[in-house]
């Protein structure tokens, strides 16, 4: 019975741990964000300038309907009104959680 007992737990400790893995860095998706987004949307406060006709990323937050998983497929699938970015799952997942670390 031990050793059933250790199996459990160390797959319950991999599976948790590859989930940590793959979990959204917000972090590195405002550095993103900077790099891909910032020449349109309005990223932050400290921003200097952005389109007028285009939704900052707060007020992107803020809608009623948001979820990062919207915004990270929004991302990846071609849209004629944004460029094409060549952002990858993990990069439109990041720039998705830091948009939803805005939400208030």
């Not at 459990?8 to 599976?15: C, G, K, N, S």
């Not at 990062?68 to 991302?75: M, R, T």
Request: proline share 7%; hydrophobic share 50%.
């Amino acid at each position: 019975m031990r050793p059933l007992v250790i199996r459990v737990l160390a797959v319950a400790a991999a599976t948790a741990a590859s989930t940590w893995a793959w979990a959204a860095d917000a972090d590195h998706g405002a550095d993103l964000a900077r790099r891909w987004c910032a020449s349109c949307h309005l990223i932050e406060g400290t921003q200097k300038q952005a389109s007028a006709d285009v939704p900052s990323f707060a007020q992107i937050a803020q809608k009623a309907d948001f979820t990062p998983e919207k915004v990270a497929f929004f991302l990846l699938d071609p849209h004629p009104k944004m460029p094409s970015f060549p952002l990858n799952r993990l990069e439109a997942a990041d720039i998705a959680a830091y948009i939803g670390s805005l939400r208030k």
